[in-house]
């Protein structure tokens, strides 16, 4: 207890505010491996805060932990695309080497296997975290390798750097992956502009988010510098946790000083003298790369007082680390998390323009609307506008991945059509795209000649391709999984309506389902689409309604009963109170004869 308590005191002499509680815990476990009952208490008596306060926040991050995991925690990405390459066997395949099952931890505490979302490495799977480092395009011949280090006891820091090389794999630059940039000219040049020309310059270039809502960035920006109050905040949002999206990471490896001059020029806009970047818990290994790219502004005064010379602009940036909650992508879900609250979102009105981190104005944009911004302070909003489509102006970044021969990032003026991005990342006999994600709209060879554009097909970034040979059904099957697992639980319709919907494609899967799922499926979709709080409950039933529109064959092969078949056996379930009660006669059984 005493080295639990030289570990608490440590971390909380730097960071001794409850609003910081979600970083106090992380970095408390990543040196005792665990928060136990004793450090939880001992965190929040520090704090000042209930016990129940800390409890409420370890219980609800996947990426926390209430009891001991084992010096190496091995957790497989299980996203659908690293299922298309084989994870589900590898990871069977490691559980049997190592002599485990799923989740459980070994008799020394030294090792356990798990499963998690998308890890954001979709373009090089399969992929899984080591103690939070990524290791992709993983093989039966690495898994074999991995679990002889791991039986051998040896420290991470002495693998061989090849396991944790991650690739950008960009496969197509356009004007903000292709070009050279200067740091701090974006800086430089939206310091001549001055606040209101550099938010005249956002407003003609008219630049929507790039996170997938599509709100005007300069409307963002204007209604900030424009609400009551001094203080203000930049937040980037940098927790793209939707499977098949990647972009932000690759932009965080190798173009950060273009995210960091972008959330600083929003700060000169909006009169904001701090920014937070919001790292989601799957991109931990960016986490020093990024602090010292941070530092090295510093020095040359591109981040803190004066910034480039200027008086009066002071702006620095923080980066909180997230810990393994999908449902923190949401803005203000993304901002109680800030605070060191578990990450649910709020009820909105108002906005986090008027009432955000703290309870001040504060802008949340996403890293590529950021990162967009610095191409405007250099050429101008005009020019920005000129590409692309006149509701849709600039260029998008693309996360590629699945069946396709080159998968990885394609950056296009907005407007491509479906059809050119597939024949550049090298596909033939698709069945299907599914365009944003889980969240987004399932293509067919028929739509390939819509358009990437918010007046058409709208998306964050992913781009999954399905071949001829591909399973509709499980796809949906997989996201409905992945829907229940990342509910936030806030809302009743979302928490009990993903689950419903999870179980009922998993009877249709065991071969006992109907038409009455299928009606009951339909109608929990509409229902989530209507009355959940958040989008991730209100489109959580998209996938389950594009493939049962577009590939019913493949549900309609599985629906081999002809009437409603009970999930649950309840006369078997009243079989523990049979024994209790010391009964087994006809009457104590559900449908016999009195």
Known sequence: MAAEGDVVAQVLRRRANPTELLQILRETQEKLGWISPETGRAIA??????????????????????????????????????????????????????????????????VSVDLTSCTGMCDQGPAVLVNSRAVTRLTARRVDEICDLVRGGVPIAEWSSDYFRVEDNVRRADALLGSRYEPGSALSAAIALGRQGMLDEMKRSNLRGRGGAGFTTAVKWESCRNAPGADRFIVCNADEGEPGTFKDRVLLASYPERVFEGMAIAGFVVGAARGLLYLRGEYRYLLEPLMAKLEAMRRGRLLGASICGAQGFDFDIDIHLGAGAYICGEESALIESLEGKPGKPRIRPPFPVTVGYLGKPTVVNNVETLAQATEIALYGGRTFAGRGTRRSSGTKILSVSGDCARPGL???????????????????????????????????????????????????????????????????RNF????????????????????LMRDALDKIADGRGSRYE??????????LRRTSHCGLGQTAGNPVRDTWAKFRPAYERRLIRGEFDPAVDLDAALARAREIAGRDDAAAHIGAEA
């Open 480 to 499: 409905a999984h992945f829907f229940a697992h990342e509910s936030c639980g806030f809302c009743t319709p979302c928490r009990v309506g993903t689950t």
């Open 410 to 476: 394609y950056e296009y003026p907005f407007g491509v059509r479906v059809e050119q991005v597939l024949k550049d990342c090298g596909t033939s006999d698709v069945a299907a795209v599914q365009v944003s994600g889980p969240s987004g709209v399932c293509l067919t060879p028929d739509e390939f000649r819509r358009h990437v554009a918010f007046e058409d097909v709208p998306t964050a970034g992913a781009f999954m391709v399905f071949g001829k040979d591909r399973d509709l059904f499980e796809v949906a």
């Open 518 to 527: 299928i009606n009951d499926l339909m109608r929990l979709a509409e229902l």
């Open 45 to 110: 008596s520090a704090l000042g805060v209930p016990a129940t306060r800390v409890e409420s926040v370890v219980e609800f991050y996947s990426f926390l932990y209430d009891r001991p995991q084992g010096r190496y925690r091995i957790l497989f990405s299980d996203n659908i695309t690293d299922r298309m390459l084989g994870s589900l066997a590898l990871f069977e395949h490691m559980l049997k080497r190592l002599k485990l099952k799923r989740g459980e931890v070994s008799p020394d505490d030294g």
